[in-house]
């Protein structure tokens, strides 16, 4: 949302001059920043407090890949026989299969998984100890369907049904809420709200940065910071001190330009809404605006047909996700120290391949961690085993790790978190250690 102001006469100026007050000024500054949220009042929206923008907890970024992704192709048991007899057609070749060209070849993770070569600029993330995977984890949701396991993720429940109808990261950042937080403490990049923010104040979901630049006139702008400044200057109290915020917040927010953010250490992100939404993450977190959440969705995962091994469906998805990601990493350099980075899905997909090339509904499917707080260079599972004996009942990976357990030891470790009670309510979860504790 852009707001444009006209050019005032002299006389309108003298009457707005004539009409001012603490609060009338912080109203007229800051309009569109309170029709950003919603939230509380438009004095407590306009207020960016220096406690906010220095929390010493991570930025968590939280990427959903909607459509049930192929966690056995995408992290696949190569290992396993059961993976190449199923999958006749859409399996990948070992990392050693001198029969194929190396291009075409799984990566190699641990000597039993490997990872889908269309994910290479991830690898050295991984093996330098700053991506983590875990398999075979999901939720207790069995309907299959896109609607109620996506529903039940975002709220943060085992399956979807009796439970509150806020989202986890909503209820985290509930649980968290300062009077000084942030207007853009939680961003989602879309065209809608995700459920998994729905309830939270001091959020927003946008296409770009540039939908709610403040954009007035030189001059006016001028004027109204010469009177913002005069009025708060010296005041100690609360309104003085949203004054003095409001100011930063207008100034660094003219400042913010995603078209022209330069992304350091050479990063180059794909011209992809997910390539655009992690700049503009990188863009957001660099201004020190208060960020702590960021929420990025990429579709397209639901690949029932034309899926293909390493030419595909499939490989074109994975392709932008290992290109934005790993350009996010290395723009930020030294600063994902700070950045937790959570990749998932709301299912995997059937072991068997289908008739058309492609796969159906399954259950399980693998989840990435990234960042300085990942316990990275492993995969982690307790795995189940994929011959015929070990999948569940209508042939499909079991899940053997909730998802819950991964996200509360994000929130713990690395945000700060000590009401698990409240956001996974009736869930205790239990230890992975994929995520290692902030120092």
């Not at 100026?13 to 029709?35: D, I, N, P, T, Y």
């Not at 070569?117 to 093996?127: G, I, V």
């Not at 939720?139 to 085992?158: C, I, K, P, Y």
């Not at 997909?349 to 090339?357: D, I, P």
Request: aromatic letters at 8%; glycine letters at 10%; hydrophobic letters at 40%.
């Amino acid at each position: 949302m852009t707001i444009k102001n006209s050019w005032w006469s002299c006389d309108e100026q003298r009457k707005w001059e004539a009409s001012v007050s603490r609060r009338s000024v912080l109203l007229g500054a800051g309009f569109s920043l309170a029709m950003w949220t919603g939230a509380r009042s438009a004095l407590a929206d306009l207020t960016v407090a220096t406690q906010a923008r220095d929390r010493p907890h991570d930025v968590l970024v939280y990427v959903f890949l909607r459509g049930g992704a192929d966690g056995l192709n995408i992290v696949a048991p190569y290992a396993e026989d059961a993976y190449y007899r199923r999958r006749p057609n859409l399996s990948i070749a070992a990392p050693k299969d001198a029969r194929t060209k190396p291009e075409a070849r799984l990566l190699d993770l641990d000597g039993f998984f490997g990872l889908h070569p269309a994910l290479a600029p991830l690898l050295p993330s991984y093996r330098e100890g700053q991506m983590a995977i875990l398999h075979a984890v999901g939720s207790q949701d069995g309907t299959r369907s896109h609607f109620e396991a996506m529903a039940a993720v975002e709220r943060g429940l085992a399956f979807e049904g009796p439970g509150p109808s806020s989202g986890w990261i909503a209820r985290h950042l509930s649980s968290t809420e300062k009077q000084a937080d942030s207007p853009l403490r939680a961003v989602a990049f879309g065209g809608t709200m995700p459920d998994s923010l729905r309830g939270a104040s001091n959020t927003v979901a946008l296409e770009s940065i540039t939908d709610f630049k403040l954009e007035t006139d030189d001059d006016r702008r001028a004027h109204l910071e010469r009177s913002l400044l005069s009025l708060y200057s010296e005041g100690r109290d609360e309104v003085a001190h949203a004054g003095q915020e409001t100011i930063k917040v207008l100034d660094a927010l003219r400042k913010i330009d995603p078209n022209q953010y330069k992304p350091s250490n050479g990063a180059t992100y794909p011209a992809t809404d997910l390539g655009s939404g992690f700049r503009q993450t990188a863009c957001l977190i660099r201004a020190k605006l208060g960020l702590e959440v960021a929420c990025l969705d990429r579709t397209g995962w639901d690949t029932h047909f034309a899926q293909g091994s390493t030419v595909g469906i499939l490989a074109l998805s994975l392709d932008d996700l290992g290109k934005s990601l790993s350009a996010f990493v290395r723009d930020l350099g030294r600063e994902m120290a700070g950045v937790t980075v959570v990749v998932m899905t709301e299912f995997g997909r059937r072991l068997a391949e289908n008739s058309s090339l492609g796969t159906d509904h399954g259950r399980a499917s693998a989840m990435f961690v990234l960042g300085g707080g990942a316990a990275g260079g492993q995969v982690y599972r307790r795995w189940p085993g994929i011959e015929d004996y070990q999948l569940d009942e209508t042939g499909d990976l079991r899940v053997t790790t909730d998802y819950r357990d991964v996200l509360a030891e994000v929130l713990r470790n690395r945000l700060g978190s000590d009401r698990l009670d409240t956001i996974f309510q009736g869930y205790a979860p239990k230890p992975v250690g994929i995520v290692k504790a902030a120092l």
